[in-house]
């Protein structure tokens, strides 16, 4: 079809929740499709409950809870299609919808906000680092620098309010969450993920519609990105063989490059993971190499071998 007829049609409705973070990551998204097809396409604001409750993420039952209500508006026909935080996705292929799109991955990296501009290393012991991710908190403590982990929540802009406000000296954040605020340059350093491997997907976008509308599948299949497709799976597969939810301590990074083998051109994957116990004080750390076309038997085996050395009884620890 022409770009002069799609412009005809009934512009696209593409739910979001109504934070920053999700309305940015949906313009984006409308931006590029409109782009790329000519299909005009308009925000349609849903609200979750994990927009409106106080409570902790991990006792709500995780991130989970901001994606059920835009599937719900999919699957009841009130929303065309859905961008979410691919890391916030639960790894079950839910029932009736496809993952039409990954687009191109931001950085992927966990980036810390602190006063005075100050870098993880220069954060004197007794420091206070905000964070409410198992994951984050796991990884700095870790380190063993005797920082205090105080779990909090909320927005980007509340939880670097915390810092502006001097009740905390730091919070960790994604990277990409910054960037896609148009606020990167508030980081006072970008975590190496040699000591914070970030959560699976993170950094990652997921477009998701019905399975049965096939010209729609095929439509947002032009905002598909195969390399960020591959290494979101890799990771996203290695927390699903740990049975591990997106709130556990599960680290894990798909990098791609490209490599040569007898001659030939090949794509890898190189797949880093860690699983930790809650303080921090146990934790494995393993890593593995495969070509993109096996993403998803790269994630498995890497898992597999993780739950050899142990790494299901870090996962059920609690700090207490
Ligand atoms: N858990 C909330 C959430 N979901 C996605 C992002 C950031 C964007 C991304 O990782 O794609 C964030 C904020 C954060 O972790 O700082």
């Keep these: 079809m022409t770009e002069a ?69 999919l699957l009841d026909g009130s929303i065309d299609f859905a961008v979410h935080s691919l890391k916030d996705l639960p790894t079950a292929e839910p029932e009736g919808l496809t993952l039409a799109a990954v687009p191109p991955r931001q950085d992927p990296r966990d980036a810390l906000v602190a006063r005075d501009g100050l870098t993880l290393g220069e954060l004197p012991a007794g420091s206070r680092i905000g964070t409410g991710s198992p994951r984050r908190a796991a990884q700095l403590r870790a380190l063993g620098l005797g920082h205090e982990i105080v779990p909090i929540r909320g927005n980007v802009d509340t939880r670097i309010g915390y810092v502006t406000s001097g009740e905390l000296d730091a919070v960790v954040l994604a990277k990409a969450g910054l960037a896609r605020l148009g606020r990167a340059d508030e980081a006072t350093e970008v ?63 798909a990098d791609v490059s490209v490599g040569e083998s007898d001659g030939e051109e090949v794509t890898e994957l190189y797949l880093r993971a860690v699983v930790a116990n809650g303080d921090g004080s146990h934790s494995v750390r393993l890593s593995a190499t495969g070509p993109l076309d096996e993403a998803a038997s790269l994630g498995r085996e890497l898992a597999a071998e993780m739950l050899a050395r142990g790494a299901a009884g870090l996962m059920g620890e609690r700090v207490p």
Excluded: N, W
Aim: proline share 5%; glycine share 8%.
């Design 5 to 73: 007829s799609h412009a005809a049609e009934a512009p696209l409705r593409l739910g979001t929740r109504r934070s920053a973070l999700a309305m940015a990551q949906s313009g984006h998204v409308a931006e590029a499709l409109t782009k790329l097809t000519g299909r005009q396409v308009e925000l349609v604001e849903i609200t979750t409950y994990g927009d409106t409750s106080r409570e902790h993420l991990a006792q709500i039952g995780g991130t989970g809870v901001f994606v059920s209500a835009l599937r719900d508006a």
């Design 191 to 253: 975590l190496d993920p040699l000591q914070m491997l970030p959560a699976p997907g993170q950094g990652a976008l997921a477009v998701e519609c019905v399975s049965t509308d096939a010209a729609l599948v095929e439509l947002l299949a032009v905002l598909d990105d195969p390399d960020t497709r591959a290494a979101v799976l890799a990771e996203r597969m290695l927390l699903a063989e740990l049975e591990a939810g997106c709130s556990a301590p599960v680290g894990a990074l």
